[in-house]
């Protein structure tokens, strides 16, 4: 089972931040909180993942509540190629847990 | 950039017959994984591998189903008598380390039709 909830679907304007919130509010202490997302049927790929502290990279800022029961995906300048389906994951043991995921569509 | 590679890229068979769908992980890493994702759901768990031994598998990884090492590189998954259900995309994906924290690299699949 999923140990995540996401909206089904976002549009964000070309350029915008894009916000993507999930919740995982039966995460434990250990657990990372993992951002992929899938384009078509290609494979996932890593955007980024983070603990207990927010986290930037070259892609995106992972901001994760104090008490991590929820976290928000920021794209800072959201681009036609950022459509896809984005995937909040909480890994538990060696699983990756995808749930449904939150279909993004970047609008010109 | 190393990455993980996948072949066939798409795999048509009968029914009942027996696949075998190849990973190739990223040199270095150490665990492996098999996902599966039919066609319009969500990506699913289906076995971890360390060690030249299972260490995680779904209730879907069932008899039918089987991976091995066969060499230094190959990470293959055996679905031995195919069903129509079986018709997915098939995700390999390796990782470095075996700690929560450690990314998992996924390859760009195969697509398994069974007919």
């Known amino acids: 089972d999923a140990k995540t909830t996401q909206p089904t679907s976002m549009d964000c304007a070309e350029g915008r931040a894009a916000n993507l919130p999930c919740n995982h509010s039966t995460i434990s202490g250990n657990e990372y909180v993992y951002w992929y997302r899938q384009i078509h049927s290609q494979g996932p790929q890593y955007i980024i993942h983070?603990?207990?502290n927010n986290e930037t990279n070259e892609m995106a800022s992972l901001i994760i509540t104090e008490d991590r029961k929820s976290s928000t995906l920021i794209l800072p300048h959201a681009t036609l190629r950022d459509t896809a389906v984005y995937y909040c994951?909480?890994?538990?043991?060696?699983?990756?847990?995808f749930g449904t995921g939150t279909s993004l569509t970047v609008i010109p | 950039e190393p990455e993980v590679t996948q072949t066939p890229s798409h795999q048509v068979t009968q029914m009942g017959q027996e696949v075998i769908l190849r990973c190739v992980p990223i040199s270095n890493h150490l665990y492996f994984y098999w996902y599966r994702q039919i066609l319009g759901q969500k990506v699913e768990f289906l076995v971890s591998?360390?060690?030249?031994?299972?260490?995680?598998k779904s209730e879907i990884f069932d008899d039918q189903f089987s991976v091995e090492r066969p060499d230094g590189s190959n990470f293959t998954l055996k679905i031995r008598s195919t069903k129509l259900e079986d018709s997915a995309m098939y995700f390999c994906?390796?990782?470095?380390?075996?700690?929560?924290?450690?990314?998992?690299?996924f390859g760009p699949g195969t697509r398994l039709t069974v007919l």
């Open positions: 591998f360390y060690n030249n031994e299972i260490s995680e």
């Open positions: 994951i909480v890994r538990v043991g060696n699983q990756f847990y």
């Open positions: 983070g603990l207990k």
């Open positions: 994906a390796s990782t470095k380390e075996g700690t929560s924290g450690a990314q998992q690299f």
